[in-house]
């Protein structure tokens, strides 16, 4: 019989490292989808391929922007039989404020439901100026929620820099962090709250449970380079978004968002994926 010891120190030192440990395998175990407003262009040509190709690459989901309200049933119906045959999911929808009014929720509704869509994210907003006007776009938000819901959506937000600009002394996002149900989720673009000078972490760690997905764009002060740089290649403190989005935000998926960079879209797709897994967050 083979006997082993396991002095007090050896259980206190394992039971403190448990939640770091429980941390990285959440964290790793969060799913790398795209936005598919990062391979726009391939998308017009050829929605099909360019859907195939990303599977190809590894990426466990997507997001479709706008363009998707424009496709019939059959032909969400069409999208959805090949992502079940490539075994990756729609996580969400980014869409126009438009698509949130009362003539066109239910649209939203039907084809996010074909399509296996958790979220009706909107995209943005043009809201009268002041702190009134996103008032009224949180209203807009919660009252969508309401008639999602019943079908088992849910609506969220995504930001911009004009979120985390100040109006008055008062960010946008946090009036609509405020004034929206705790079910909406806040949709973290990570490329634009830097460039708007705001901290990603901070913002994530004062809204818990609410960062429920993350836009891994990132960003560069550099020579007027912006958005034009590969995941890894910015500012962003990715190691330390990803510790706050998983332990504390409620991260559910992760989506790579590029606006363009020194490659061409589908390449640069393949070259994100990769860096995300090189580090190994």
């Not at 050829?46 to 309200?69: C, K, N, S, W």
């Not at 296996?116 to 008032?135: E, F, H």
């Not at 002060?221 to 330390?240: N, S, T």
């Not at 363009?260 to 897994?277: D, I, P, V």
Request: charged residues 25%.
């Amino acid at each position: 019989m083979i006997t082993t010891t396991f002095s007090r120190r050896c259980f206190l030192a394992f039971t403190a490292v448990m939640p770091w440990a429980w941390r990285v395998r959440a964290a790793t175990a969060i799913p790398m989808g795209i936005e598919m407003y990062s391979v726009r262009e391939e998308l017009k040509k050829d929605p099909q391929g360019t859907v195939r190709a990303i599977a190809e690459m590894g990426y466990q989901g997507l997001e479709f922007f706008a363009p998707y309200f424009e496709w019939s049933q059959a032909q969400a119906k069409e999208m959805k039989k090949l992502l079940d045959d490539l075994g990756i999911r729609c996580f969400s929808t980014h869409n126009s404020a438009e698509y949130f009014k009362k003539e066109n929720i239910q649209k939203a509704i039907d084809l996010n439901l074909i399509l296996g869509s958790k979220y009706v994210v909107m995209a943005y907003s043009q809201p009268k100026p002041g702190p009134d006007g996103w008032k009224e776009t949180a209203e807009a938000l919660n009252s969508a929620a309401e008639t999602l819901e019943p079908a088992g959506l849910k609506a969220g937000y995504h930001n911009h820099q004009l979120e985390f600009t100040s109006v008055g002394g008062v960010r946008p996002m946090e009036i609509l962090a405020k004034n929206t149900k705790p079910t909406v989720m806040l949709q973290l673009d990570v490329g634009t709250c830097l460039e708007a000078g705001a901290d990603p972490v901070a913002w994530i760690r004062a809204n818990p449970g609410r960062i429920r997905s993350v836009h891994c764009k990132d960003w560069s002060p550099e020579g007027g380079i912006g958005y034009a740089v590969l995941f890894g290649e910015g500012k962003a403190d990715w190691k330390g978004i990803f510790a706050a989005a998983s332990s504390v935000g409620g991260a559910e998926y992760y989506l790579i968002e590029q606006e363009g960079s020194r490659y061409s879209e589908l390449e640069t797709a393949k070259k994100c994926l990769e860096a995300y897994r090189a580090k190994q967050f």
